[in-house]
């Protein structure tokens, strides 16, 4: 039996390697400065791959950024499935899905410069929070937890909340970042229908740790 993989295998696991490679490149710009007028050359080098490389991926450097953004929004979504898989109160979710983004600002910052830089015009991604958050929020009007009406209106809210507290995060680094968060949690959901008293006790619960 051979013990190496086919050429074919070989060959479409650098192709991806590269891919993810400029991927990577593209995201450190964007988190260092949210300016996309970076050379194809200069992402190239960076990426340590070819200049010819880049168009076999990719057919602009905007089509790039838009697939480095998407690569960032679904990490978080990842990091969030991961750290909030036990939890099924779908207020509890949107709350503790605040707080962590707050968190991760100090154990993640690439990641979160990337989405404080880019992340309004994907705030209606299908990938990533944005259907996460959608799911949460049809769950919560299904089961009365929420009393909103249109979940693509309260996502507009979240949203726009959600990247104003990581502008906050990097902005006021002498504000409480845990009780800035714990406070637009409890104000949003408030906003969503959740009683007042309910949304401060939800709002403060035990976060689990990012290690």
Do not use: C, W
Request: no cysteine; charged share 25%.
């Amino acid at each position: 039996m051979p013990t190496s993989a086919p050429p074919a295998n070989r060959f479409e696991r650098r192709r991806a390697e590269t891919r993810q490679a400029l991927i990577r490149a593209a995201r450190q710009i964007l988190a260092e400065t949210g300016d996309t007028s970076a050379s194809i050359q200069t992402i190239a080098e960076r990426a340590d791959v070819g200049f010819g490389s880049f168009y076999n991926h990719f057919e602009s450097k905007m089509e790039l950024f838009d697939a480095a953004v998407v690569d960032a929004l679904d990490e978080l979504g990842r990091a969030f499935d991961e750290h909030l898989q036990d939890v099924d109160d779908p207020a509890e979710l949107v709350a503790a899905g605040f707080r962590l983004s707050a968190r991760l600002a100090d154990s993640r910052p690439e990641l979160m410069q990337v989405l404080r830089h880019r992340g309004l015009g994907h705030i209606y991604s299908d990938s990533g929070l944005a259907p996460r958050a959608v799911r949460d929020l049809e769950v919560g009007i299904g089961s009365g937890r929420f009393t909103i009406a249109d979940p693509t209106v309260a996502l507009t809210a979240l949203g726009g909340s959600l990247l104003g507290l990581v502008e906050l995060r990097f902005a006021r680094t002498d504000l409480d970042g845990d009780e800035a968060a714990s406070q637009l949690a409890e104000m949003l959901l408030r906003m969503l229908g959740v009683p007042p008293e309910d949304a401060r006790v939800v709002a403060r619960r035990p976060l689990p740790d990012l290690g």
